[in-house]
């Protein structure tokens, strides 16, 4: 079959980014150019564009998911360590007040310095407790109401 020659005009950026796909391929600029020409003009072109897309939001879909779950479990785990110290940790006596609150920023930079510590090098808790979850034949932690500790 007889070919047709054509004459176009591209963008430079894009002439160049037609070579480089070309040369890695290992194909002609004609016949790279005529497969592009080609899947454009399909008719079919759209239902996988569609595909594309839907495979993505599929993906980004599960990423949103993971980060709820991920989100409802730091925060039920906070709950949970909130309602265990408030009902186990006595409020101190007014006398020793300023100590206490001296000793609790003293812990709190240091927990802040753990935390640092922790996110930077390696697995976190969340992590840890969801293969911990995984690897139980219940699959659950604590109750709903259970106290801990």
């Known amino acids: 079959m007889k070919k047709v020659r054509l004459s176009v005009y591209l963008d430079p950026k894009l002439a160049k980014q037609l070579e480089s796909y070309a040369q890695e391929r290992r194909r002609s600029l004609s016949v790279v150019a005529e497969a592009s020409i080609a899947s454009f003009l399909s008719p079919d072109a759209p239902d996988r564009m569609e595909a594309v897309m839907a495979k993505r939001l ?12 991920d989100t409802g479990i730091g925060l039920e785990t906070l709950a949970l360590f909130v309602r265990h110290w ?64």
């Open 58 to 69: 599929d993906r980004m879909s599960r990423q949103i998911e993971r980060l709820n779950r």
């Open 86 to 149: 408030l009902v186990a940790v006595p409020a101190p006596p007014e006398a020793h007040y300023a100590a206490a609150q001296a000793k609790g920023r003293e812990r709190y930079e240091r927990f802040l310095e753990a935390l640092g510590r922790r996110l930077s090098k390696g697995p976190t808790l969340l992590r840890e407790v969801s293969l911990d979850v995984a690897g139980t034949a219940e699959g659950a932690l604590v109750g709903e109401g259970d106290e801990v500790g």
